[in-house]
């Protein structure tokens, strides 16, 4: 009986006991570990919950450091850096009395790279919960309560735009900076504030909004203006206005201006939505990013990304230890194929008109000058335009914005070597073709009612390829085009481009419009239809760039050289090979040649002494209807150099309303274009 005491006794100790340990464990596993809370803390961290975050630290901490500037001091410095994807891993814990100490490896990526580094948290147990015993060397091992982190940015350089001389156009260097000293406005304040209004274009109100602004002193330099670093006379006359300070500063600037803007373009501040498409690639608020043209089609290439150090510093700004460096990375210089001279020769000469200039070398394909004018002044933009300056430009009539290089337009009687070529290169016409016809005007039959086909000079000898391209026949055209027929035609032009995406297929920098032959994807072209596109007119549109390549390949055995602006070395390449054969090109050239040097060609007046020039004039109507006496006319002349000592040149030329100039349509474009060979 007493051993069965003795027994029960016993199991009763070991059930207490195991009663008892298994409490302990269940309390110790429901126990948050130090490691744990150091868990918690990062967490909080990376969801940037900073109030929180506040919550996890000691007793005493708090009485270090207040919510409101635990929250500001962690919010600056990880905010300020980008800090984000924070991790801690621990390798050790030590316990000292009530105090923990964990030793870890913390990593964070940063806007200047990853930044990572051994360090010890201490932890308190209060309320049994641990607290972390904080003060900021827990966000950086070698920061003190009193120091700073500071990012500073290591400003790359945008690469520059060059011509194939190495001639700058873009490039980065400075501008001036006008800005008002308010405390030296003096007694007339007034009064020198209106001076400064009516010399910059900036209102009054703009001024006066800008020096009353709450961080201005009185010794505060307030800019309002920028101004081009040459314009020296406007700088003078505000210099003699108390108050006036002017500095220079750094900024894109555009050595050619108008001669070249649409091509080029310009920069400016990134907007609100290209900062969210750019999310990801190292663009901040400030970046500076191409808005237009050559600009923003390299953009991926000049854009120059900005380094970045992170670095602690003392109190007084002195820098203590570097953190984190990425290298900024300069943008890469483009080099174009233009001649800048060209490209100045050319705009100044059409300054006044409405229409475009494309020069190309016929044997590589170099563009040597993309003219569009009216224009603009890239540099405007880089300056900052007045809201004035802003509508003037978007509402004026002759379009200064509109790149007409890029766009696609009728052209007239230039299209009828075209219509040659393929003609004689399909074999539906040979250089003894002849249509019998007499007189200025002809329609096939009674069919086509009162509508005809007119052109403007009567002529002797057979009606045949070689006469019709001197004399400009729209008759002959028009007869050969429905010789040739539509299907012939229509895959005679397919075979050279037209309908299809040519800036593409080259790689051109810039978007510019298809050339086309119908205004459906259907060619649905009737007779008389067929017969305008012969000479030009009907639904025939080609971009002056595509025409340029279409035209080399009189010049190259048929072949049409691809066109290209960044400057490159290496063979020729093609757009199309064999566009026409070597036969139908060598005799349209020698046709066109004639055009220039025939006495009765519609282009004598472009004969230059010493210089072989192949061209065809053009007069493009733009008529809604027969009875249209309202629409107005485009005058064209392409042409091209033969055999010019490695100096030729293939000019396609173009003005709209040539109607109003009295030297006349092609001609008016002839003066133009011969400014290139008289010096």
Known sequence: MKNKKIVIFAIVIIVVIAIIVGALYIVNRNTPKPEEALGTYISLLNEQKYEEMYNMISEYSKTQISQEDFIKRNKNIYEGIDA?????????????????????????????????????????????????????????????????????????????????????????????????????????????????????????????????????????????????????????????????????????????????????????????????????????????????????????????????????????????????????????????????????????????????????????????????????????????????????????????????????????????????????????????????????????????????????????????????????????????????????FCSGLDKLGFNEDVDKTIGFPLTFKKSQYSNSEKADMNEKQLADSGYGQGNILVNPIHMASIYSAFANNGNMVKPYIEYKTGNTEYLKENAFTSEAANTVKDDLIQVVENPEGTATDMKVPGVTIAGKTGTAELKNSSTDTESGTLGWFDCFTVNNNDNDMLIIGMVENTQNNSSGGSHYVIKKIKSLFIK
């Not at 009530?98 to 964070?108: L, V």
């Not at 002759?398 to 004689?424: D, V």
């Not at 052109?455 to 040739?484: C, E, R, W």
Request: hydrophobic share 30%; glycine share 8%.
């Open 84 to 488: 984000y994807d924070i991790k801690v891993t621990p390798s050790e814990t030590t316990k000292d009395g009530k105090t923990y100490s964990i030793k870890y490896n913390e990593s964070m990526s940063t806007s200047a790279g990853t930044i990572s580094f051994e360090n010890i948290a201490k932890l308190v147990r209060e309320n049994k919960e641990y607290k972390i015993s904080w003060t900021s060397n827990m966000i950086f091992p070698e920061l003190r309560n009193t120091d700073k982190v500071r990012v500073s940015t290591l400003s790359a350089k945008r690469g520059e735009i060059l011509d194939r001389n190495g001639a700058k156009l873009a490039q980065n260097g400075s501008i001036s900076s006008v800005g008002i000293v308010p405390g030296k406005l003096g007694e007339n304040k007034t009064e020198n504030i209106s001076k400064i209004s009516e010399l910059t274009g900036v209102s009054t109100d703009y001024i006066n909004t800008q020096i009353s602004a709450s961080y201005v002193k009185d010794d505060t330099f307030v800019p309002i203006k920028k101004v081009s670093a040459d314009n020296t006379e406007l700088k003078s006359k505000l210099l003699e206005i108390p108050g006036i300070k002017i500095t220079s500063v750094d900024a894109r600037v555009y050595p050619l201006g108008e001669e070249a803007a649409h091509l080029i373009g310009y920069v400016q501040a990134i907007s609100a939505e290209e900062l969210k498409q750019k999310e990801g690639k190292g663009y901040n608020s400030s970046s500076i990013i191409g808005k237009a043209g050559l600009e923003q089609a390299y953009e991926d290439t000049l854009r120059g990304i900005d380094g970045t150090e992170i670095y602690i510093a003392d109190e007084n700004g002195n820098k203590l230890k570097t953190l984190a460096t990425q290298d900024k990375k300069d943008g890469t210089d483009v080099k174009l194929t233009i001649d800048s001279g060209i490209q100045k020769n050319l705009y100044n000469q059409m300054k006044n008109d409405k229409g475009f200039f494309v020069v190309m070398n016929p044997t590589t394909g170099e563009l040597l000058a993309t003219v569009s004018t009216p224009s603009y002044n890239s540099n405007d933009f880089v300056l900052g335009m007045t809201s004035s300056k802003w509508e003037e430009l978007n509402n004026d009539e002759s379009k200064p914005l509109y790149n007409r290089f890029l766009q696609s337009y009728c052209p007239g009687s230039t299209f009828k070597p075209i219509t040659a070529a393929i003609g004689l290169t399909s074999g539906k016409l040979t250089t003894d073709t002849t249509f019998n016809y007499s007189g200025l005007k002809w329609q096939k039959n009674s069919s086509w009612g009162d509508v005809y086909i007119t052109t403007l000079t009567a002529y002797n000898g057979p009606k045949n390829v070689a006469n019709a391209l001197i004399h400009s026949d729209n008759i002959f055209f028009g007869q050969a085009a429905m010789q040739i027929g539509k299907d012939t």
